[in-house]
């Protein structure tokens, strides 16, 4: 069973500009969650995916959005970016039932310029 | 809301020892889900173990293993027979169960395990 997969693994792009991260979760999974991880705060959770809808948002500001399709792909995007959203850009794909635990993707470098 | 702290920035231990990691957790609810995750250079994370609060055993997997305290909100995890391969950033998660609505994990700011040869 292939795993979550992410890209691209390395982004690098000037202030201002947007971005768009893609994840595929793991087959059969309808959960898709957006981690963002730095060295000052941690992993902080962005916002949940589940059945093409969002199910919550985390404390980030309106330039970061989501969306999940029919086959439970997902993309995020950061419009105007700044310097402190560089990061790593974690998703995580769950069946959302019971005790399963998410499964991680090898993440996304986003650098900032 | 939920808060997860690991105190313990920085680990060492000597290969084949054991070395255990401190997590405590706040929260007002009774019924949740804590998990240990490892996140290698490679970056990826992966879990180690996870425990279900309304179990009192608490969770084994080969070497590692949990002490699960819920009055205390403490829930440690213990690397037996510590290996090269253990060194990596250990994160410690709360999860609420899914029919909570919320389905994030609140992290720990982690710590960082080295292994010495």
């Known amino acids: 069973k292939a795993g979550v997969t992410q890209t691209p693994r390395y982004l690098i792009k000037t202030r201002g500009q947007q971005v768009t991260l893609s994840c595929s979760p793991i087959?059969?999974?309808?959960?898709v969650s957006w981690y963002q991880q730095t060295p000052g705060q941690g992993l902080q959770f962005l916002f949940e995916y589940f059945s093409e809808t969002q199910r919550n948002k985390g404390n980030f500001p309106g330039r970061f959005s989501g969306r999940q399709f029919s086959n439970s792909r997902s993309e995020m995007n950061v419009s105007t970016l700044e310097l402190g959203d560089s990061a790593l850009y974690l998703c995580?794909?769950?069946?959302?039932?019971?005790?399963?635990?998410?499964?991680f993707g090898q993440g996304t470098r986003l650098t900032v310029v | 809301a939920q808060t997860v702290t690991q105190s313990q920035p920085e680990m060492s231990v000597q290969e084949a020892e054991t070395v255990t990691l401190s997590c405590t957790y706040d929260t007002s609810e009774s019924d949740y889900y804590l998990f240990w995750y490892k996140q290698p250079p490679s970056r990826q994370m992966i879990l180690v173990i996870r425990?279900?609060?309304?179990?009192?055993q608490n969770a084994t997997e080969n070497r590692f293993s949990v002490n699960f305290q819920k009055a205390a909100k403490s829930f440690s995890l213990k690397i037996s027979d510590s290996q090269l391969g253990d060194a990596a950033m250990y994160f410690c998660a709360y999860r609420l169960p899914s029919g909570a609505g919320s389905y994030q994990l609140t992290f720990g700011k982690g710590t960082k395990l080295s292994v010495i040869p």
């Open positions: 425990q279900e609060a309304y179990k009192q």
């Open positions: 087959s059969g999974h309808r959960s």
């Open positions: 995580a794909s769950s069946q959302r039932q019971g005790p399963t635990e998410a499964f």
